[in-house]
């Protein structure tokens, strides 16, 4: 069921009750009238709860189980508005060969586990995110030794992913810049920049 289906399964039992209760608000109801009343309710209850759980698989990637880019942005705010804030974006390096050699369920493994890497990573500090691809983004608070937790994340990024008897070796480029400001326009502008150095690290020898 699409969400917009969804929706349209919560508006019309919705206004079939609005009816019933104009039957009941008119005079004494029929039993009729109060049994289709308790089906719909029910029935608008699992709709609700559908919708509910559609705008949640939409705000979250089935692969990593990080927030999709929207749903990042809102939480990157949050964070931003607390406070010095720092954005991360990371690109997995060689995640294309291995997904050629092993297999689109290899691929998937490596995502996986690097969603599992960013979200401990970040449990305390911010959000991580998958922006697509083999691309993530993280926010998190600023800190005295930033620089020493960075290397951390990038040699957790570096452990090799077990799977199917083989060991996927895959490494991460990771691009860093503080958030100028608790705005909007200024996690952007934090974005771009992350994103830049993020590609110059790339460029690294040992980093392709």
């Known amino acids: 069921m699409t969400t917009s289906t969804a929706v349209r399964a919560v ?22 009238v109060l049994a289709q009343l308790t089906q719909l309710t029910e029935m608008l209850l699992t709709q609700v709860e559908t919708l509910a759980e559609q705008l949640t698989e939409a705000r979250t990637c089935p692969v990593t189980q990080l927030p999709t880019r929207a749903a990042w942005n809102a939480l990157a705010e949050e964070v931003c508005t607390s406070g010095a804030a720092v954005v991360l974006l990371i690109d997995l390096n060689d995640f294309k060969p291995v997904n050629d050699a092993y297999g689109h369920a290899a691929g998937d493994a490596v995502l996986a586990a690097t969603g599992a890497r960013l979200r401990s990573w970040t449990d305390g500090r911010g959000y991580a995110g998958r922006l697509g691809g083999d691309e993530f983004v993280a926010v998190i608070r600023d ?25 996927l070796s895959v490494a991460a480029a990771i691009g860093v810049a503080t958030v100028p400001g608790n705005t909007p326009e200024a996690l952007s502008a934090a974005m771009s920049r992350a994103d830049r150095r993020m590609y110059r690290d790339k460029g690294r020898p040992g980093r392709r």
Not at 23 to 31: D, F, H, K
């Open 11 to 32: 508006i019309d039992p919705a206004s079939a009750l609005l009816a019933a209760r104009t039957e009941i608000e008119s005079g004494a109801p029929s039993l009729g």
């Open 143 to 167: 800190e005295p030794h930033l620089a020493v937790a960075i290397s951390n994340l990038r040699d957790q990024l570096h452990n090799p992913v077990s799977h199917g008897g083989a060991r």
